[in-house]
């Protein structure tokens, strides 16, 4: 599997951006997307996830402001930010799996940069 992501960049604080991820090779149906994030000094850390035919999980400090959906037919997800903050800052990895014990799948990372 592989995964292309696009769609960071620099933006003030309250901005937007909206990430996506593509991923290729896939052979499973039932999968689960999403993306973490990881700050210079802080460990990676879970942003939002969705699964194919389940519901969506979101961190604490993005719920309500951030919203994950994907698009089956091609194989994406999408990260919609909104009401971006300073602290939001990091490199954005989206990543896929086939579900409990099977392998991670990552992204090469996307700078996302909110300025104050």
């Known amino acids: 599997v592989q995964l292309q992501a696009s769609g960071g960049g620099l933006v003030q604080a309250g901005g937007s951006l909206r990430l996506s991820c593509a991923a290729s090779g896939s052979g499973s149906s039932i999968n689960f997307m999403g993306w973490y994030r990881q700050a210079p000094g802080n460990q990676r850390g879970l942003v939002a996830s969705i699964g194919s035919n389940t519901g969506t999980i979101y961190a604490d400090s993005v719920q309500g402001r951030f919203t994950i959906s994907r698009d089956n037919s091609k194989s994406t997800v999408y990260l919609q930010m909104n009401s971006l903050k300073p602290e939001d800052t990091a490199v954005y990895y989206c990543?896929?799996?086939?579900?409990?014990?099977?392998?991670?799948?990552w992204g090469q990372g996307t700078q996302v940069t909110v300025s104050s």
């Open positions: 990543y896929y799996n086939a579900g409990r014990g099977s392998t991670w799948y």
